[in-house]
């Protein structure tokens, strides 16, 4: 950490603390992301915003949400069932539509609703905007960082929703260990980002 930790609030404070009494004899960095996350919007992103900003539209322009299978019918009726109400959800709380596909080949999204969604990430502090980044990248998708960023998703919720293939995929065909470990750390990671997310507002 390069600048001083200055936080947003007591609680906040607290519970970095915390995280630091929680240490042993030696720092485990990976056990501290809320330490982490602070240091990364105090140092970072703060002094030039720009660079985070443009890796999240980055995701608004190819969002998981917005390419759809083809088929089975059945992932595809999953897929509409689950997503398309993040979307609905957005164009009504910030009034950005974006365009939906089928298939993965990327196809631009409306110059519009790209501004309006920017306008909105350039209007939010430093720490919202870390919080926001590393559920943004942890899900492959900006429109569910952004339900989680602002209470519309629970961390689980969330998770559910950026593994939606994932997990259909395992109804059909099972998990094996590794997978399983794998998203159990993934879906810890979207908690902690939540719960920082939750201390900087």
């Not at 809320?34 to 999240?56: F, G, S, Y």
């Not at 590393?134 to 602002?150: K, P």
Request: hydrophobic share 45%; glycine share 6%; aromatic share 4%.
């Amino acid at each position: 950490m390069k600048s001083g930790l200055l936080l947003p609030s007591l609680a906040f404070a607290e519970a970095i603390a915390e995280e630091w009494r929680s240490q042993g004899e030696r720092l485990k960095p990976a056990a501290m992301p809320l330490t982490q996350l602070a240091n990364t919007a105090i140092d970072r992103v703060a002094p030039d915003p720009k660079p985070t900003i443009d890796e999240l539209m980055g995701y608004a322009g190819t969002d998981l949400t917005c390419y759809r299978a083809e088929a089975p019918a059945s992932l595809v009726e999953h897929q509409r069932r689950h997503w398309q109400p993040l979307l609905d959800d957005l164009a009504r709380r910030h009034d950005v539509r974006l365009s939906v596909h089928p298939g993965i080949i990327p196809h631009p999204q409306p110059p519009a609703a790209l501004a309006t969604l920017g306008r909105h990430l350039a209007a939010q502090p430093p720490f919202i905007l870390a919080g926001l980044a590393a559920a943004t990248r942890a899900m492959g998708s900006l429109v569910i960082g952004l339900a989680l960023a602002e209470d519309q998703l629970s961390p689980d919720q969330a998770f559910e929703l950026s593994q939606l293939d994932e997990s259909w995929q395992i109804e059909q065909w099972g998990e094996d260990a590794e997978a399983a470990a794998r998203r159990g750390a993934l879906r810890q990671e979207i908690k902690d980002t939540h719960r920082f997310l939750t201390l900087a507002r």
